[in-house]
């Protein structure tokens, strides 16, 4: 049976079409997928993203720690609740998984990383932790809610009474009593992802639906993502590729030169050497949907959609693909046998609401 969340009932309440996603139930929809999307480009939606794992980090060897394990550098961080993107990565640059860092202070770290990955990214953590002296530990006791769309800031602000959060840039996190607040997100819009209690979870989450904010689900988080360029673990990114082949070179910071993080040599040898494969978007015309795993043509070379979907505020079939390395203007997409054009561009799709593309 898969796991629950501290919404699970609400959710049911909510005529939630619930499905089994990374090993727990949650709502693929409450009913219209496409209205859940325009909430949050237009409004303001939530989502419950309570299977993400809280990890923190705490100890007098936390920033050499993590210095370490990931590919980008957390001795960016200068101030408390800074926030940081980044990969971690394997012996040969393959990406276990991509994660948020925030700095609280020079002993803790938070770290939130993908449900799917958990068992595997805990492993990895505390095996590379052993030289260290840091303590690692899961918040099980924590839920999480994305609160997204370009009202969403104004109504967590009256919702908590939490005026000093108009301050709060974005990539940086605050508490609130009770609550850890940081100004990120995975759709593209501004607003808040909110760690709380379990025990308040529910409580949050109606008093954010009576305040106007639309119940969201795995379906409009996805749509909204991919039109917002961003790279989904397992599909657009794994132990297989590294950032440079998944457009997130970035976030690998080469510089100090002496930082030995994992990954680096590979890393350092593709980048010598050069990558066979990039990841770029595309947009077909209207009509078929190019799903993951639909080959590509680019020139010579063949590659393949790893994300796809009709983007409802591009009003256009999108994807994102990882072809062959070199410019290329358009490309062929293998849909049911025939070959569609599709016009390579650089991601994002939309963002802020605005088709960029």
Known sequence: MPNRTALYDAHVAASGKMVDFAGW???????SQLDEHHAVRNSAGMFDVSHMTVVDIRGPEAGPFLRRLLANDVARL?????ALYGCMLNDEGGVIDDLITYFLDETFYRTVVNAATREADLDWIRRQAGDFDVEIEE???????AVQG???????????????????????????GDYFIA?????GEDGFEVLLPTSLAESFWKGLAD???VPCGLGARDSLRLEAGLNLYGQDMDTSTSPLESNLGWTVAFDPEDRDFIGR??????????????????????????????KVHAGD??????????GPTIERPIALARIPTGSFETVEVELRGKRLPGRVVKPPFVRAGKVRV
């Open 183 to 187: 100004r990120t997100g995975y759709t």
């Open 150 to 176: 370009p009202k969403a800031r104004q109504i967590v602000i009256d919702l908590l009474k939490a005026p000093a959060l108009e301050e709060l840039k974005p990539f940086r996190s605050s508490s609130h």
């Open 78 to 82: 200068k101030d408390s609740g800074q």
């Open 25 to 31: 139930s949650l709502p693929i929809n409450y009913g």
């Open 265 to 294: 040599r590979a890393l350092e040898q593709q980048q010598s050497e050069g990558v066979n494969h990039q990841l770029v978007g595309l947009v077909l015309d209207r009509g078929a949907i190019p799903r993951t795993g639909a």
């Open 301 to 310: 070379g063949q590659g393949q959609v790893t994300s796809g979907s009709f």
């Open 139 to 145: 918040r099980e006791d924590l839920a999480m809610i």
């Open 211 to 213: 305040a106007g904010v």
